[in-house]
T-cell receptor, first 110, second 113 residues
Framework: DSGVTQTPKHLITATGQRVTLRCSPR?????VYWYQQSLDQGLQFLIQ???????AKGNILERFSAQQFPDLHSELNLSSLELGDSALYFC?????????FGPGTRLTVL | GESVGLHLPTLSVQEGDNSIINCAYS??????FIWYKQESGKGPQFIIDIRSNTDKRQGQRVTVLLNKTVKHLSLQIAATQPGDSAVYFC????????????FGRGTSLIVHP
């Protein structure tokens, strides 16, 4: 158990819909990272927040957005969902380098 | 139509053997590298990291070697155990700017008892 929690574990929705994935980092970790893992693209970095502020941006679509709240939990919002958005979405947290990953949310878009 | 899954290289070893997993990275400016282990149904787990100012780092039963000349990393696992069965992948990043890691596709390690 990494200490990072993610909800929900599974999410099934339809194309065009919007979903919110939630992540609670390890106690004391200020950085939160979001990743997408799909069969064809592998693991891809989406975005990083540090203490509430966006720190780095990777391959995140404009339809996706994230935020980190004052209590350091983070949410990843995915909108106008497409079939290709079906993937595992991981959150990770760290206090330095080398992150601790959560168990992931499996998103299925039908 | 039928979907095609990601075909990962596979390394099959016997319990007790030493395993070597390789990774070629792409960016010559990368100066920080991490190996992760991902078991089925779980998130990636940090194993060991290495900075570009050294070419070898050892952990518990694991050693990472870095060859910057050919942009190659390897992860050596000593006395491989069935519990080591997982997908292993490397990540590279440059610490001089924003932390944006790039991940390799991974290698599936299968350890036979």
């Amino acid at each position: 158990d990494s200490g990072v929690t993610q909800t929900p574990k599974h999410l099934i929705t339809a194309t065009g819909q919007r979903v919110t994935l939630r992540c609670s980092p390890r106690s004391g970790d200020l950085s939160v990272y979001w990743y997408q893992q799909s069969l064809d693209q592998g693991l891809q970095f989406l975005i990083q927040y540090y203490n509430g502020e966006e720190r780095a941006k990777g391959n995140i679509l404009e339809r996706f957005s994230a935020q980190q709240f004052p209590d350091l939990h983070s949410e990843l919002n995915l909108s106008s969902l497409e079939l290709g958005d079906s993937a595992l979405y991981f959150c990770a947290s760290s206090v330095g380098e080398g992150e601790f990953f959560g168990p992931g949310t499996r998103l299925t878009v039908l | 139509g039928e979907s095609v899954g990601l075909h990962l290289p596979t390394l099959s070893v016997q319990e007790g053997d030493n395993s070597i997993i390789n990774c070629a990275y792409s960016n010559s400016a990368s100066d920080y590298f991490i190996w992760y282990k991902q078991e089925s149904g779980k998130g990636p787990q940090f194993i060991i990291d290495i900075r570009s100012n050294t070419d070898k780092r050892q952990g518990q039963r694991v050693t990472v070697l870095l060859n910057k000349t050919v942009k190659h990393l390897s992860l050596q696992i000593a006395a491989t155990q069935p519990g080591d069965s997982a997908v292993y992948f490397c990540a590279e990043t440059w610490t001089g700017g924003s932390y944006i890691p790039t991940f390799g596709r991974g290698t599936s390690l299968i350890v036979h008892p």
